[in-house]
DNA sequence: CAATATTTTGCAACCGATTGCACTAGGACT
DNA sequence: AGTCCTAGTGCAATCGGTTGCAAAATATTG
């Protein structure tokens, strides 16, 4: 491997001159500046990473931080289709990505600390948004910076993020319900601490509202915990006169699916289902769930976009609001 | 952050002293070992990685490549899972994980390329295998080791890996079947290039035979390849004794059942079906998806270990085969 | 044309580690 | 006591870059 030095004996000039030619910095004169390109063209240069981390104090790489280890979400097709978007950005960004799990809060934020005082890590994108989140403290005490997927709740205006309007797919996917004649419609969700979930319910309370509807919604637990099924029957006997649900989350329109049909409800009832991020799996369900699509893959991708040109003292923070769009498919029924 | 230089002034030795310290070089003496260990402890020394990595020409890092992008493959939690685990080793080894994707195999191998070169990677784990991959040969063309999930195709002996005993697996889940009654049972795969289906398949064949039953198999392209339901149809009526499907992956299983309802046929055909995976999503399946669990995480966890414990001029291989089982549910009948 | 201003460049130190080799101290041996 | 080992340690170079500051080269001005 070529090093700087190679190229600027080529050049015909020092490796200071060399490396400032490299940077396009102001002091060197377009005409050495054009003798170092080509002499690191001939050569293939290509800079040591860890040697400009070391003297720069600061890594070219970019961390990404899932969030902590919930068997739900290291199932959900949603985040690997994100770190893709992430993934490439950073390839033509000549960034690298490096990667934060945990199975515990603590766990991830030693990762963390790890990344930022050993690995000189600065950039990072955080995959979710959680209320009163400790690792976004940690960030800010280390002085890193970040980028947010999904809206933050602190800082709003400080921290650059990209997302979706959440509240106005919430909107959508409760107004296409409202659209088939659905009056009496139940939002199911499963953490409102998490800001897309909740914007999303605000989006449905809205429509609900504007069309002078009741709001019904109900807090299906994650897969793993137990009692989730009879929970499930239970509102659905209370409630006979729901005929929509509308789910923070494919899965959980999957899981009331299964039970209505193992419940022997599908018989006497017929209720419609609308969800989000729409899985591979909503396709092979029975009925192929409509579903909110919101495109991951663009969201890591801008995200990263935004993190690799963060420069070192930035101060104003770029925000983008990715578009969603329904996929209708047979779950949702006109009454 | 305290540099070893600071830990040596405090133990009163020279930086070089410190540094043999604490990499147990048996050239220093116990006694000074201990002051210089006391001295980290006291300064809350951690070294710098990329100083380490510059003067060492070799990162800490582990590269985790992931296949060549394809709408399938970024949909399955599997990998997710996989790389959960090696996140998790990895934590407690101390290494950074670096993720390598690319939307074509140009890219991908470029990206190697930069991590090698640039980053000074020298440990990979490759997340599939894949008959004459390219990827491989890079790899051993930039001297970079890696590590296998999955059997290799080339240099079997040569390559540490971790995986299922697939052919096992393949047996286990027709035995399953053939257990169940049924005789004519047809395995579903997606491209054979790929060992762990190659190997599926081979299990299922042995199970056939033994039994004397008739081979049956079928290839379902991709999701997003438009005639695949036609296709599945097809089948299903020029095959009417097949009462039981055999898929390499529960995402098949699905579609399947899917064709089968939509076409109508489930009331006049009751036909069973067995997958791999154990995917969240074969539990909300109509019916609940019986399907051959092969704890990915632990894949991911033992390919690290291996990875991280990679010397510079290994010669031995590990293997290291992960058990798997079948998780069953109402997907296949007896008949 | 000398004096001064301005642009370009290079020297040398530094980032934080590792390592070959030379040096020192102490003990064993003749 | 002098010589030779051996074990333990430190010096200084190195990895491949970046950057403050001074020096050199060139341009501008009176």
Redesign the interface.
């Given at each position: 491997?070529a090093t700087i030095k190679d190229v600027a004996k080529l050049a015909k000039v020092s490796p200071s001159t060399a490396s400032r030619a490299m940077h396009d910095n102001p002091a060197i004169s377009e005409k050495t500046k054009a003798r170092v390109r080509k002499a690191m063209q001939t050569l293939h240069y290509?800079?040591?990473?860890?040697?400009q981390?070391?003297a720069n104090k600061r890594?070219n790489?970019i961390g990404?931080i899932l969030p902590v280890?919930h068997h739900?979400i290291?199932?959900?097709?949603f985040?690997?289709?994100v770190?893709?978007g992430i993934?490439?950005a950073c390839?033509h960004a000549?960034a690298?990505?490096?990667?934060?799990?945990?199975?515990s809060q603590a766990?991830l934020l030693?990762?963390i600390d790890?990344?930022v005082?050993?690995?000189?890590i600065r950039r990072f994108i955080v995959l979710y948004s959680e209320q009163n989140d400790p690792i976004l403290l940690k960030l800010r005490q280390l002085d890193a910076q970040y980028v947010m997927i999904g809206k933050p709740y602190q800082l709003v205006n400080e921290t650059p993020y990209v997302d979706n309007d959440n509240i106005l797919a919430g909107s959508d996917a409760a107004q296409f319900l409202v659209d088939h004649g659905h009056k009496n419609i139940c939002f199911v969700y499963n953490d409102l601490k998490k800001m897309v979930q909740n914007d999303r319910m605000l989006g449905y309370q809205r429509v609900m509202m504007e069309n002078g509807l009741l709001i019904n919604s109900f807090e299906l637990p994650a897969?793993e915990y137990p009692g989730g099924r009879q929970l499930v029957i239970q509102y659905l006997t209370q409630h006979p006169e729901i005929t929509a649900f509308e789910t923070v989350d494919d899965?959980l329109g999957?899981?009331i699916?299964?039970v209505l049909?193992?419940a022997k409800m599908v018989t006497d009832r017929q209720v419609s289902i609308i969800g989000f991020n729409n899985?591979?799996?909503s396709?092979?369900?029975?009925p192929?769930l409509t579903s909110v699509e919101v495109f991951p893959?663009r969201l890591g991708n801008e995200a990263a976009k935004i993190a690799v040109s963060l420069q070192m003292s930035e101060n104003l923070s770029t925000k983008l609001i990715v578009p969603h769009q329904i996929i209708e498919r047979h779950s949702v029924a006109t009454v």
């Open positions: 491997m290509a800079p040591d990473f860890n040697a981390s070391l890594s790489a990404v280890d739900e290291f199932t959900n097709p985040f690997l289709k770190l893709r993934s490439e390839y000549q690298m990505v490096n990667l934060a799990t945990g199975s766990e030693h990762s790890i990344m005082t050993q690995g000189m897969q899965m999957l899981r699916q299964q049909r193992s899985s591979v799996y396709e092979a369900a029975h192929a893959r």
